[in-house]
């Protein structure tokens, strides 16, 4: 039997993988950690440690105490707030991924998922249909960490047999979690001023066209690529995932079906830069072709979904 650590679980994509992975390996096996106390559906429903990734001593004795097989490593600092402290987001971003995959190399662990991301991109990128191969050159902090650390997770699988894997995730959507200091924030901050005030001032310009996808989507190709024959997993920096592209103004158009008296207007700050730097659709068939890569949730059904679920908090 697998024995999973989550660092990160109080995060936007931790929240949600920790429970679906605890339905699948079960309760005990899934050891949930974080920087800081995480919601009680997580605390209470299976093994919790407070845990800086940072920290090899206590790192060390989680996964040694725990016997843990395969690590998910998601805690990061996103996009917008890594421009704020890029030297601190860099530390916290590449040391916590290198102090994961020397732990894995000492104590042989089975697998290691880490998430990278579109910010691996940058302006000279083809922006339409961006490729899984292609020109690579970040202009963020974010992005120049995540692109570090795609090479990091392929030197360990040549040099050392470590089997890493990894995703490129387009902007997340989930009514689970609010948004959390990234360039995609809109797409969940949208919600909440759309239900609770009729109204969204939005801090990318209304054109801004960015791959999204919905966390129950994003969740089930976690695990499907983790789940997957090594055999079958040829790329071993990180994957194209797609999901569905979408601007600001075609989402309010959306929610203004089920709320006809919302409005949006448009303040784009330092973000707009970053978003003007990253693809405006990506191509996965890589993805799709290896390990089966699918999505269900379009723009019309996501919206339904994040407006009845977000709209239950305040009723």
């Known amino acids: 039997m697998e024995k999973i650590l989550v660092i990160g679980c109080a995060g936007q994509i931790g929240s949600e993988l920790t429970l679906e992975l605890r339905k699948i390996y079960g309760d005990s096996n899934v050891v949930a950690t974080d920087i800081k106390p995480a919601d009680k559906e997580i605390t209470e429903g299976g093994p919790f440690e407070i845990l800086d990734v940072l920290d090899t001593h206590r790192l060390f004795g989680t996964v040694s105490r725990n016997k843990i097989t395969q690590i998910y490593h998601l805690a990061a600092i996103l996009s917008g707030n890594a421009e704020k402290k890029p030297i601190a987001s860099w530390h916290i971003n590449m040391e916590s991924l290198l102090n994961v995959m020397e732990l894995s190399r000492e104590l042989n662990l089975s697998k290691v998922f880490w998430p990278s991301s579109i910010a691996v991109f940058g302006p000279t990128t083809p922006r339409e249909n961006t490729p899984q191969f292609t020109v690579m050159e970040p202009n963020t902090v974010y992005g120049i960490s995540k692109l570090a650390g795609e090479r990091w997770l392929e030197y360990y699988f040549h040099r050392y047999g470590i089997d890493g894997r990894s995703i490129r995730y387009p902007g997340l959507i989930s009514h689970k979690t609010e948004a959390g200091g990234g360039t995609t924030d809109y797409a969940v901050e ?35 690529l983790m789940e997957a024959p090594a055999d079958k997993i040829q790329v071993r920096s990180s994957y194209n995932v797609a999901g569905i ?22 303040n784009p700050d330092f973000r707009q830069a970053i978003a003007d730097s990253w ?19 379009d723009l019309k059904k996501m919206v339904e979904v994040m407006l009845r679920e977000v709209g239950k908090k305040f009723s």
């Open 279 to 297: 693809p405006k659709s990506i191509d996965d068939t890589v993805a799709q072709q290896e390990w089966g890569l699918t999505n269900s949730f």
């Open 190 to 224: 949208i919600f909440y001023d759309a239900i609770r005030e009729k109204k969204y001032e939005c801090f990318l310009s209304e054109d801004t066209y960015l791959p999204m996808q919905f966390m129950d989507d994003a969740i089930k190709a976690t695990i499907n």
């Open 245 to 266: 592209s979408f601007s600001p103004k075609e989402m309010a158009e959306e929610i203004k079906k089920q709320i006809p008296d919302f409005n949006i207007s448009y």
